[in-house]
Antibody, heavy 120, light 107 residues
Framework: EVQLVQSGAEVKEPGQSLKISCKGS????????IAWVRQMPEKGLEWMGI????????RYSPSFQGQVTISADKSISTAYLQWSSLKASDTAMYYC?????????????WGQGALVTVSS | DIQMTQSPSSLSASVGDGVTISCRAS??????LAWFQQKPGQAPKSLIY???SLRSGVPSRFSGSASGTDFTLTITSLQPEDFATYYC?????????FGQGTKVEIK
């Protein structure tokens, strides 16, 4: 069974750093892209970027380029999303998701989400 | 970016009703269109990819269709568990984009 299990909720202050995780299991982690998707409170879904754990090829949405860092450790089947200096506007639910397909892959499985709250 | 416009933003329906949700792309995306369902407090769930292909385990009362840049999600005979928000997403471009969502509420 394919599973993406994300790290737990975080409460941080502005300016602090944070790294959240997404652990894949039940499939070959290195063979599928992982995407990160943001959902701000009571809002819709926003594409942040993707990573291919097999070779760490990473692609960011221009809206998030330079704001976050996406990485992966294939030895432990885990992808990461990190911030070096959080802002209150980073408060949101963050989902990881697996992409299925070769030419233009689409999301098939989602993680359960990680709530990040940034407040002083 | 390609804009995805869903309509309606919300609708009320009864158990057993059929409903249709529309999604229009601002430019051609082929059939690279997915539909997701999200219930309150839950992660999204993948329903359809390639405009009309059902994901494994998704009930057959869900179907998708395409006509040019217009896409449709149809739910025949709504069930209590179908009340949720539905999102379309184009994945034809480097930066996939989502529609704003359609909330299906109980009448």
């Amino acid at each position: 069974e394919v599973q993406l299990v994300q790290s737990g909720a975080e409460v941080k202050e502005p300016g602090q750093s944070l790294k959240i995780s997404c652990k894949g299991s039940g499939y070959s982690f290195t063979s599928y892209w992982i995407a990160w998707v943001r959902q701000m409170p009571e809002k819709g879904l926003e594409w942040m970027g993707i990573i291919y754990p097999g070779d760490s090829d990473t692609r960011y949405s221009p809206s998030f380029q330079g704001q976050v860092t996406i990485s992966a450790d294939k030895s432990i089947s885990t992808a990461y999303l990190q911030w070096s200096s959080l802002k209150a506007s980073d408060t949101a639910m963050y989902y990881c998701a697996r992409l299925d397909g070769i030419v233009k892959p689409s999301i098939d499985y989602w993680g359960q989400g990680a709530l990040v709250t940034v407040s002083s | 970016d390609i804009q995805m416009t869903q309509s309606p933003s919300s609708l009320s329906a009864s158990v057993g009703d059929g409903v249709t949700i529309s999604c229009r792309a601002s430019q051609g995306i082929g059939n690279y269109l997915a539909w997701f369902q999200q219930k309150p407090g839950q992660a999204p769930k993948s329903l359809i990819y390639a405009a009309s292909s059902l994901r494994s385990g998704v009930p057959s009362r869900f179907s998708g269709s395409a006509s040019g840049t217009d896409f449709t999600l149809t739910i025949t005979s709504l069930q209590p568990e179908d009340f949720a928000t539905y999102y379309c997403q184009q994945y034809n471009t480097y930066v996939p984009t989502f529609g704003q969502g359609t909330k299906v509420e109980i009448k």
